[in-house]
């Protein structure tokens, strides 16, 4: 008898054993698969999100995908967002030529690039006259005239050089030129200025190399250039 309950208490013993054994198992294997699958991807999402960057969204139990999915598509729409913004910040609205505000950014740019430069200026002749005799609308219409003469001879869709940045004052730099080509660009803005019947008085200095003198130098030469041809304008009229 004593035997036989001793097989017994050996049998519940080793059945206690393999329970507790396989619970400990189930419990590793899923600490380990929650670890995998959630701690981890999020362990790395917490590292990422300071970063700005994208996250995974194919690691993790579905849930985490989800909230990985969420956050890109936050991120997408924040992108977005912050790309209209600053395009508004940095865009005439009138004219969609960038502003003054990116004008300035432009020129600092500019001091880290190579190569030869020339920096044009320009302002609308008779744009008070437009406004006072035809309306504003007029003057609008004169306005966005202006802007595309300058662009269509000037401008550089992917580098984006010509600018608003007041009322009738425009201005353009020209990267990798030449006295000779500045000077064709000119005489083709002229026929330009004639087909489009506006009139613009310009200005403009060359320089070889940048670092050869200043923006501030470049700007002034060229403002003194323009309104010399702005008075020669209004004495002729």
Known sequence: MAA?????????????????ITIILILALTFTALYR?????????????PQNAALNESQGFYEVRLVASAYNDVLKRRDALDDILRSAAETDALTNLPNRYRFEQYLL????????????LFDINYLKLTNDTLGHLAGDKLI???????????GNS???????FGGDEFAAVVHNCTPDSIRGMVRRFEEEEKQRNVSISLGY?????????????????????MYAYKRLAHDQA
């Open 4 to 20: 036989q309950t001793g097989r017994r208490v050996g049998q519940y013993r080793a059945l206690l054993w393999t329970v507790t």
């Open 37 to 49: 699958e959630m701690l981890l991807p999020l362990g790395r999402f917490v590292k990422l999100i």
């Open 205 to 225: 200095a060359y320089a070889d190399e940048i670092g050869d003198t200043t923006f501030r130098k470049l700007l002034d030469e060229a403002d003194r250039q």
């Open 144 to 154: 966005r005239e202006a802007a595309e003469c300058i662009a269509a001879c000037f």
């Open 109 to 120: 740019e500019s001091e880290d690039k190579d190569g030869s430069l020339a920096v044009l």
């Open 158 to 164: 992917e580098d984006s050089n010509c600018f608003r």
